[in-house]
């Protein structure tokens, strides 16, 4: 039925304003001051903003990875997401050697279909390139929509890829209208540096970040960047968690390379030093590439205000710290990496950036929703609030404080990351394409709701260099 939100703040990368916003259909038909309801529900965003729903460019739901499997899948991770203010989300599909693209597709379409509560999308990831790949990439781009590759300089042995193949998707993706991705470290000396560290009997967590030094981050950021220059392709860094990337990024961006780079919550406020926790309470905290020493937060925050970096993802990859995370005792090497984030992406974003001044309301909408539509072709329909685009609005309370912690949060997951941290603002309602998915704090929403999402080709005039670093 239509929908009449009154009295909120709306606020998009560009404005902050008062109106009304009318929704029928799913879509928002009319913003305005003062719209009559005209037998439209009416919801009450006084004191409130209006945010476009959080998309989130990078999870991990229902993934096989280091022996076991995330413990947060289509369901759980994306009820999760609403909760936090997220209506999107894209997820990475694995692929295998030698097998069939649309197979490895299938398989994330069944894990998907008929669970998510909030719209959906796949990157896919590139793992070689023949052929046969290359046959059947306009296909995943036309039937398909999937307008982004991910392509992994680590991880040796299991999704690494080598530079020919990064450097031929990064000119596949040019001819075809799409942006590769990159976990940009380099796997090859992080795979030495771990076994000499095994060696010497160093098994604990912290070798973890000891054996991924953020050196090795720069060197594989600063690499594909200098390759995307000559393939004049495009290219998005995912998880920059580092000064030496940042650098980079920045130095390709001023050569007038088309460069852009997420961050993730854990590495704008967590560090290193999580860990020594005892207990091997550390492995919570292993994430690739890894927690830094401290000073590299104002590195990044400093990147997300000025432009260099563009987006937040959660790189949500849950895993329980009981049977998943202690895989890795006595060998830090089989500790699952990754963390549950998908919930707390807007929050810790607001709480820590808006409100400490380190980003504007604007670029808060910018990073955590706009830049991410435009950058993986979902803007407009989705990535702001305007005629036309799909309803999916948060009405979030910028003054609300709460504790997070595992226990009131609805990962599937034994832990949390962030627990004890205070944050202020939280979304109290959610609307995905018109519907309550949640609705004063409490999911009201319906598993299988979300819609799969075939997205548009890479654009680069939405997300020219202007636009990227527009403050
Ligand atoms: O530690 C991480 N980031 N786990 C998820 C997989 C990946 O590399 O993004
Ligand atoms: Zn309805
Ligand atoms: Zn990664
Ligand atoms: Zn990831």
């Known amino acids: 039925m ?32 003062n719209l009559e309801a005209n037998g439209a529900e009416v919801v009450d965003a006084a004191g409130c903003y ?39 989300i894209i997820d990475f599909c694995l692929t295998t050697k030698g097998e069939p693209l649309k197979k490895a597709i299938e398989t994330w379409h069944e894990k998907s279909r008929g669970k998510a509560a909030i719209d ?32 992994f300089m680590a991880y040796k042995n299991v999704f690494q890829a080598d530079d020919e193949t990064l450097f031929r998707t990064l000119i596949a993706a040019r001819e075809l209208g799409a942006l590769v991705m990159v976990h940009a470290e380099n796997g090859d000396v992080i795979d030495y540096l771990v076994k000499d560290a095994l060696a010497k009997g160093n098994t604990d967590p912290i070798y973890h970040a000891l054996t991924r030094p953020p050196e090795a981050e720069g060197e594989a950021t600063g690499r594909a960047a200098q390759l995307t220059g000559l393939a004049n392709s495009q290219l998005y860094v995912v998880h920059v968690s580092c000064a030496d990337a940042v650098e980079k990024i920045a130095e390709a961006r001023r050569k007038g390379y088309n460069v852009w780079g997420e ?10 030093s999580a860990l020594e926790k005892p207990n091997f309470e550390g492995a919570k905290y292993v994430w690739s590439p890894p927690l830094r020493e ?42 699952p990496n990754g963390g549950p984030i998908i919930e707390d992406r807007l929050s810790i974003l607001f709480s820590e950036g808006v409100k400490k001044g380190r980003i504007t309301l604007n670029q808060f909408v910018d990073i955590v929703s706009t830049q991410v539509a435009k950058l993986f072709g979902l803007f407009p329909k989705k990535g702001t609030i305007a005629v036309g685009s799909d309803a999916d ?29 205070k944050v202020t603002g939280e979304p109290i309602t959610v609307l995905s394409r018109g519907e309550f998915v949640i609705r004063d704090k409490q999911f009201v929403g319906q598993i299988g709701h979300g819609q799969y999402i075939k997205r548009n080709k890479f654009n680069t005039q939405l997300v020219n260099k202007d636009e990227a670093t527009a403050k």
Request: hydrophobic share 40%; net charge negative; charged share 20%.
């Open 263 to 272: 961050t993730c919550p854990q590495y704008l406020v967590l560090d290193q």
């Open 120 to 151: 959906y999308s796949f990157h896919l990831m590139i793992g070689e390139i023949n052929e046969d790949v290359l046959a059947e990439l306009p296909q995943v781009i036309e039937e398909e929509g999937i307008t982004s590759f991910k392509v």
């Open 50 to 88: 209006l945010f476009p729903g959080g998309i989130d460019p990078h999870t991990h739901l229902d993934m096989p990875f280091g022996g076991t499997i995330t413990a947060d899948d289509f369901e759980s991770g994306t009820i999760a997401a609403a909760y936090g203010g997220t209506t999107t």
């Open 294 to 335: 401290k000073w590299h937060q104002d590195v990044l925050w400093n990147a997300l205000s000025t432009g260099t970096l563009q987006t937040l993802g959660s790189d949500q990859c849950s895993f329980n710290f009981k049977g998943q995370k202690e895989l890795g005792v006595g060998d830090f090497s089989k500790i």
């Open 393 to 421: 609005i948060v009405i979030f309370d910028p003054h609300v404080e709460r504790v997070i912690s595992a226990e009131t949060h609805h990962m599937n997951v034994d832990y949390s990351a962030f627990e004890g941290m």
């Open 2 to 33: 239509k929908k009449l939100i009154k009295n909120g703040t709306i606020v998009t990368a560009a404005d902050t304003y008062q109106a009304d916003v009318l929704i029928e259909d799913g879509k928002v038909s009319q913003i305005g001051i």
